[in-house]
């Protein structure tokens, strides 16, 4: 009788370590869902410090098949907010795919859309509207997951005009000059 009472207590103690870990998974999903998410609404609010702080410090960075590693997440959005400026652009991530590798390690695969624009002058970028993916890998650092790896391939761009610079790029009416 003690056998039994034993292995049955052994039995729902491995099923709520079980259960504990299955949630454990579940929340850390969430919040790299999160991490994800800051990712694009930074961009989008030109929050380029905040966009770096998402980064571990030996992050990978590739777009577009580019290296822009060196110097780190931080660096990183410095680029990005150059290159950027005050335009307005629309990020949106969609339908993850996040498998955990281990407790402090995990991959995914977000489909991706970016609409740029820019002011209309010699030499600028040219709008577009792009569709895509990233594929990431995330680390755990210090209770907080940060991506630690992310390769954007853009499968589609299409052009978008560029705006006039004498006009709000969101409103389009005329900025007035003081």
């Known amino acids: 009788m003690t056998n039994t009472k034993n292995n049955e207590q052994e039995i729902l103690i491995n099923r709520l370590i079980q259960l504990e870990q299955k949630s454990q998974r579940l929340e850390d ?20 410090t905040e966009f770096g ?40 991530g969609h339908m993850p795919e996040i498998d955990m590798i281990d407790m402090d390690n995990a991959k995914g695969i977000w489909a991706m859309e970016d609409l740029l624009t820019f002011p209309d002058a010699k030499d600028a970028y040219p709008g577009h509207n792009g569709y895509g993916q990233y594929r990431e890998m995330y680390r755990k650092e210090n209770g907080t997951w940060k ?27 005329t900025v007035t000059s003081k």
């Open 29 to 48: 999903i969430e919040e790299i869902k999160k991490l994800k998410a800051r990712f694009f609404r930074f961009i989008d609010e030109k929050k380029w």
């Open 53 to 92: 702080d998402l980064f571990t410090s030996d992050a990978t960075l590739i777009s577009q098949g580019q290296d822009f590693s060196a110097g780190g997440g931080q660096a990183y959005g410095k680029m990005i907010g150059d290159l950027v400026g005050k335009a307005p652009t629309v990020h949106h």
């Open 147 to 173: 991506i630690s790896s992310t390769k954007l391939t853009r499968f589609r761009m299409d052009p978008l005009k560029n705006w006039d610079p004498n006009t709000d790029p969101v409103t389009g009416q």
